[in-house]
Protein backbone atom coordinates (compact mmCIF):
# COMPACT_ATOMS: atom_id res chain seq x y z
CA UNK A 1 0.00 0.00 0.00
CA UNK A 2 1.14 3.66 -0.73
CA UNK A 3 2.43 5.82 2.08
CA UNK A 4 0.42 9.20 2.17
CA UNK A 5 0.33 12.22 3.95
CA UNK A 6 -2.16 11.83 6.52
CA UNK A 7 -2.53 15.40 8.51
CA UNK A 8 -5.14 17.35 6.18
CA UNK A 9 -5.43 20.22 8.72
CA UNK A 10 -2.43 22.29 10.45
CA UNK A 11 -4.86 23.35 13.16
CA UNK A 12 -6.35 19.99 13.66
CA UNK A 13 -3.14 18.15 13.81
CA UNK A 14 -1.50 20.37 16.83
CA UNK A 15 -5.10 20.10 18.42
CA UNK A 16 -4.65 16.04 18.22
CA UNK A 17 -0.75 15.65 19.87
CA UNK A 18 -2.00 18.68 22.23
CA UNK A 19 -4.34 15.99 23.44
CA UNK A 20 -1.95 13.25 23.57
CA UNK A 21 0.59 14.98 25.53
CA UNK A 22 -2.02 15.74 27.95
CA UNK A 23 -3.08 12.58 27.65
CA UNK A 24 0.07 10.61 28.25
CA UNK A 25 -0.10 8.91 24.65
CA UNK A 26 2.43 8.42 22.33
CA UNK A 27 3.34 9.18 18.79
CA UNK A 28 5.51 9.47 16.23
CA UNK A 29 5.47 12.06 13.37
CA UNK A 30 6.58 12.06 9.84
CA UNK A 31 7.25 15.30 7.47
CA UNK A 32 7.25 13.87 3.84
CA UNK A 33 9.16 16.52 1.33
CA UNK A 34 10.74 15.18 -2.23
CA UNK A 35 13.70 14.25 -0.97
CA UNK A 36 11.72 11.60 1.50
CA UNK A 37 9.53 10.42 -1.72
CA UNK A 38 12.60 9.70 -3.96
CA UNK A 39 14.40 7.57 -0.80
CA UNK A 40 10.90 5.82 -0.39
CA UNK A 41 11.33 4.12 -3.35
CA UNK A 42 14.77 2.44 -3.06
CA UNK A 43 14.66 2.03 1.00
CA UNK A 44 12.92 -0.62 2.42
CA UNK A 45 14.13 0.34 5.95
CA UNK A 46 12.72 3.76 5.10
CA UNK A 47 9.60 2.65 4.07
CA UNK A 48 8.78 0.25 7.01
CA UNK A 49 9.34 3.50 9.58
CA UNK A 50 7.07 5.65 7.58
CA UNK A 51 4.38 3.09 7.63
CA UNK A 52 5.12 2.96 11.48
CA UNK A 53 4.26 6.67 11.92
CA UNK A 54 1.20 8.00 13.36
CA UNK A 55 1.36 11.05 11.53
CA UNK A 56 2.62 11.92 8.15
CA UNK A 57 2.89 15.83 6.96
CA UNK A 58 3.40 17.78 3.95
CA UNK A 59 6.64 19.29 4.37
CA UNK A 60 6.92 20.71 0.72
CA UNK A 61 5.02 22.89 -1.64
CA UNK A 62 5.54 19.97 -4.06
CA UNK A 63 4.02 17.49 -1.89
CA UNK A 64 1.21 19.57 -1.40
CA UNK A 65 0.58 20.84 -4.65
CA UNK A 66 0.60 16.47 -5.47
CA UNK A 67 -1.65 16.04 -2.91
CA UNK A 68 -4.40 18.59 -4.08
CA UNK A 69 -3.94 17.58 -7.48
CA UNK A 70 -5.17 13.83 -6.25
CA UNK A 71 -7.79 15.79 -4.75
CA UNK A 72 -6.55 15.19 -1.29
CA UNK A 73 -6.45 18.72 0.41
CA UNK A 74 -3.52 19.34 2.83
CA UNK A 75 -2.03 21.62 4.53
CA UNK A 76 1.81 22.45 4.69
CA UNK A 77 3.30 21.14 7.53
CA UNK A 78 6.76 21.14 8.25
CA UNK A 79 9.31 19.50 10.59
CA UNK A 80 11.00 23.24 11.30
CA UNK A 81 8.03 25.01 11.77
CA UNK A 82 6.43 22.25 14.37
CA UNK A 83 9.83 22.82 17.30
CA UNK A 84 7.82 26.31 18.31
CA UNK A 85 4.30 24.90 18.48
CA UNK A 86 5.20 22.02 20.51
CA UNK A 87 7.33 23.93 22.74
CA UNK A 88 4.84 26.08 23.63
CA UNK A 89 2.25 23.15 24.05
CA UNK A 90 4.60 21.55 26.34
CA UNK A 91 5.20 24.32 28.62
CA UNK A 92 1.56 25.10 28.71
CA UNK A 93 1.20 21.47 29.73
CA UNK A 94 3.90 20.75 31.84
CA UNK A 95 5.42 18.15 29.31
CA UNK A 96 9.04 18.17 29.32
CA UNK A 97 11.01 17.72 26.19
CA UNK A 98 13.92 15.52 24.90
CA UNK A 99 16.33 16.58 22.12
CA UNK A 100 18.48 14.39 20.13
CA UNK A 101 20.55 14.92 17.45
CA UNK A 102 22.45 17.54 15.70
CA UNK A 103 25.93 18.21 17.29
CA UNK A 104 25.75 19.43 21.28
CA UNK A 105 26.79 23.10 20.71
CA UNK A 106 23.26 22.81 18.72
CA UNK A 107 21.28 21.26 21.43
CA UNK A 108 22.39 23.74 24.09
CA UNK A 109 21.61 26.55 21.59
CA UNK A 110 18.35 25.66 20.94
CA UNK A 111 17.39 24.60 24.18
CA UNK A 112 18.35 28.01 25.57
CA UNK A 113 16.59 29.88 22.94
CA UNK A 114 13.19 27.77 23.40
CA UNK A 115 13.59 28.33 27.44
CA UNK A 116 13.46 32.09 26.68
CA UNK A 117 10.53 32.20 24.27
CA UNK A 118 8.47 29.45 26.84
CA UNK A 119 9.91 30.11 30.20
CA UNK A 120 8.08 27.30 31.79
CA UNK A 121 9.38 24.84 29.07
CA UNK A 122 11.79 21.89 30.68
CA UNK A 123 14.45 19.90 28.60
CA UNK A 124 14.70 17.37 30.18
CA UNK A 125 17.58 15.39 27.97
CA UNK A 126 19.48 16.04 25.43
CA UNK A 127 22.02 14.25 23.26
CA UNK A 128 24.55 14.36 20.26
CA UNK A 129 24.60 11.11 18.66
CA UNK A 130 28.42 9.72 17.86
CA UNK A 131 29.53 9.93 14.12
CA UNK A 132 28.18 7.75 12.05
CA UNK A 133 25.36 6.84 14.74
CA UNK A 134 23.00 3.45 13.47
CA UNK A 135 19.33 4.31 14.57
CA UNK A 136 19.25 0.12 15.51
CA UNK A 137 22.00 -0.26 17.49
CA UNK A 138 22.89 -0.80 20.67
CA UNK A 139 23.98 2.79 20.93
CA UNK A 140 20.07 3.87 19.86
CA UNK A 141 18.95 1.44 22.59
CA UNK A 142 21.17 3.02 25.27
CA UNK A 143 19.31 6.61 24.05
CA UNK A 144 16.04 5.37 24.02
CA UNK A 145 16.14 3.99 27.71
CA UNK A 146 17.79 7.43 28.94
CA UNK A 147 14.87 9.52 26.80
CA UNK A 148 12.10 7.14 29.00
CA UNK A 149 14.52 7.65 32.22
CA UNK A 150 14.20 11.22 31.89
CA UNK A 151 10.47 11.83 32.16
CA UNK A 152 10.41 13.24 28.90
CA UNK A 153 7.09 12.76 27.27
CA UNK A 154 8.08 14.51 23.75
CA UNK A 155 11.06 14.06 22.02
CA UNK A 156 12.48 16.44 18.87
CA UNK A 157 14.35 14.25 16.51
CA UNK A 158 17.04 16.09 14.89
CA UNK A 159 19.44 12.65 12.58
CA UNK A 160 18.04 13.66 8.91
CA UNK A 161 16.13 11.40 6.80
CA UNK A 162 16.23 8.10 6.80
CA UNK A 163 17.73 7.76 10.37
CA UNK A 164 15.15 10.08 12.11
CA UNK A 165 12.65 8.26 10.82
CA UNK A 166 13.83 4.62 11.48
CA UNK A 167 14.72 5.83 15.16
CA UNK A 168 11.70 7.74 15.87
CA UNK A 169 9.61 4.16 14.54
CA UNK A 170 11.82 2.27 17.21
CA UNK A 171 11.61 4.23 20.18
CA UNK A 172 8.00 4.76 19.82
CA UNK A 173 7.50 1.23 20.44
CA UNK A 174 9.81 1.13 23.64
CA UNK A 175 8.28 4.18 24.61
CA UNK A 176 4.67 4.41 24.15
CA UNK A 177 3.87 7.17 26.66
CA UNK A 178 6.33 9.37 24.77
CA UNK A 179 5.83 11.25 21.34
CA UNK A 180 8.51 11.60 18.76
CA UNK A 181 8.62 14.28 16.28
CA UNK A 182 11.22 14.44 13.47
CA UNK A 183 12.03 17.80 12.66
CA UNK A 184 15.41 17.48 10.58
CA UNK A 185 17.54 20.76 10.48
CA UNK A 186 14.67 22.63 13.17
CA UNK A 187 16.92 22.72 15.80
CA UNK A 188 19.94 23.84 13.70
CA UNK A 189 17.24 27.19 12.75
CA UNK A 190 16.44 27.80 16.55
CA UNK A 191 20.17 27.84 18.00
CA UNK A 192 21.08 29.97 14.49
CA UNK A 193 23.57 27.87 13.08
CA UNK A 194 21.87 27.09 9.83
CA UNK A 195 19.11 29.89 7.82
CA UNK A 196 15.55 29.16 6.53
CA UNK A 197 15.49 30.57 3.01
CA UNK A 198 14.31 34.40 3.09
CA UNK A 199 10.24 35.00 4.20
CA UNK A 200 9.65 36.15 0.60
CA UNK A 201 10.93 33.31 -0.81
CA UNK A 202 8.83 30.99 1.54
CA UNK A 203 5.54 33.44 0.77
CA UNK A 204 6.20 33.02 -2.76
CA UNK A 205 5.94 29.01 -1.72
CA UNK A 206 9.85 28.54 -3.26
CA UNK A 207 11.62 27.37 -0.30
CA UNK A 208 11.95 24.07 -1.63
CA UNK A 209 13.95 25.00 -5.21
Known amino acids: MPLAVTVSSREVFLDDLRD ?7 FSVATMNLDHVVKLRSDS ?7 AQSHVTADGRPVVWLNRLAGRPVDLVTGSDLVEPLAHIC ?12 PGTVLDASANALRERHSQLVVAFRAAPEMGFDPESREADSIIERIGASGARLCFVALGAPKQEIFAARAGRALPHVGFVSVGAGLDFIAGAQRRAPRLVRILAAEWL
Do not use: K, Q
Not at 20 to 26: A, I, K, Q, S, Y
Not at 91 to 102: C, K
Open 20 to 26: RLVHGHG
Open 45 to 51: AFREAYA
Open 91 to 102: AETSVPIAMFGS
